[in-house]
């Protein structure tokens, strides 16, 4: 029989603080508490709960520049995990199964037979098959499922990240449909810098990293399948409350965006609004070589016809977003300052930006 995974008893205590009714329900002295905890945890002696401390009160602390959106997103839980990881694409899939699998227990305990556990369990499947270092991530799944530290990081990343702003149980999908999706933005840009890197001089290895890329390419749009299980009605009872929680605010998809097609200077003004996103418009980001022209410089038939799968793949994504906003945020404003849906319609279609510079993409996970 497996081991119960328990937290230590302080870091159980915050999380049970922050679970109890959603963390717009907290009051005044328990912020200020959970902000001095995170203070104090950072003079702690290095151990396992002082560092779930850390990991559970950094949102708290306000002595730190971190955007709203970090704040609701717990990002830097799964940049800890990541972090644990050789090989990133691995690492990701683990923290996707993590998330997914989370997700799944609280909706399988509301009602198991839902349309929604249904979708669950078809992605979660699809995640298994996705190609990670030596074969297929359902591998790498269960061997780390059945490590005892990797399961406890995993536990860890889980319990670190759930909480919603409104205690609303639909808030749940949200937020853990965000969390996936940052992760595949991620996978998505860290393959697509790889290509960059060797297309001009290893074209073997590129060809063979792109059609890895195409098999995640469509993870965006499984992601929102499961979503579209949230009615109108139920995201707006929520919505409010998760503040920027939008694309719109996330370094992830943007640095995804540049990686695949170059700078887009219709963004600048959204990228100048937001401080974190200020790095976008300047050197050298603003001069990255894109996986477009990275491929289509390669001459490849096989490496082009693979780019657009891959490009397929994100214009469904890219309308579906649009069709979201359009759908659930009708005449409503959005996120991050900008106007909803019709924001998101501008940037459906997509050209590669021409560059002659060789500055690949970055390759780090992304957050403030």
């Known amino acids: 029989m497996a081991t119960k995974l328990l937290l230590p008893t302080r870091s159980a205590e915050v999380v049970r ?6 963390r717009l329900a907290l009051t005044g002295e328990q912020r200020i508490w959970l902000e001095r905890l995170y203070e104090q945890a950072l003079h702690l002696p290095d151990d396992t709960d002082h560092e779930l401390l850390l990991l559970l009160t950094r949102t708290y602390c306000r002595s730190e520049p971190i955007p709203e959106y970090y704040r609701y997103t717990h990002l830097h839980v799964f940049d800890w995990f990541l972090a644990k990881h050789v090989d990133p694409v691995s690492g990701a899939v683990l923290a996707l199964e993590t998330t997914l699998a989370a997700l799944d227990d609280e909706e399988r305990a509301a009602d198991p037979g839902t349309e929604r556990v249904a979708r669950l369990d078809a992605i979660r499947e699809h995640l298994r098959t996705l190609p990670v270092a030596g074969g297929p991530a359902g591998r790498v799944i269960d061997e780390a499922r059945a490590d005892e530290t990797r399961a406890w990081e995993m536990f860890a990343l889980a319990s670190c990240t759930g909480f919603t702003m409104s205690g609303r149980h639909d808030e749940q999908i949200f937020l853990r449909t965000v969390q996936a999706c940052e992760l595949s933005y991620f996978v ?30 469509d993870l965006p749009n499984r992601l929102f399948h499961l979503l579209q299980t949230l009615t109108p009605e139920s995201f707006l009872e929520f919505r409010d409350a998760t503040g920027a929680a939008s694309a719109v605010q996330s370094l992830n998809y943007h640095l995804m965006e540049l990686a695949l097609y170059g700078y887009d200077a219709r963004k600048a003004p959204i990228f100048e609004r937001h401080e974190h996103l200020r790095a976008v418009n300047q050197y050298p980001l603003r001069v990255v070589r894109p996986l477009h022209l990275a491929v289509t410089a390669t001459a490849h038939p096989g490496m082009e016809g693979v780019l657009r799968e891959v490009e397929r793949a994100l214009l469904t994504w890219r309308g579906r977003h649009y069709g979201f906003g359009a759908r659930y945020l009708p005449g409503r404003p959005g996120s991050g300052g900008t106007e909803g849906a019709g924001y998101l319609k501008r940037f459906v279609g997509k050209d590669a930006v021409a560059t002659v510079t060789p500055v690949p993409p970055p390759t780090h996970f992304a957050y403030r």
């Open 17 to 22: 603080l922050q679970a109890a009714a959603g």
């Open 188 to 217: 998505i840009r860290w393959l697509a810098s790889w290509v960059v890197r060797t297309a001009d001089r290893d074209v073997v290895t590129a060809h063979a990293r792109l059609r890895q890329l195409s098999a995640y390419a």
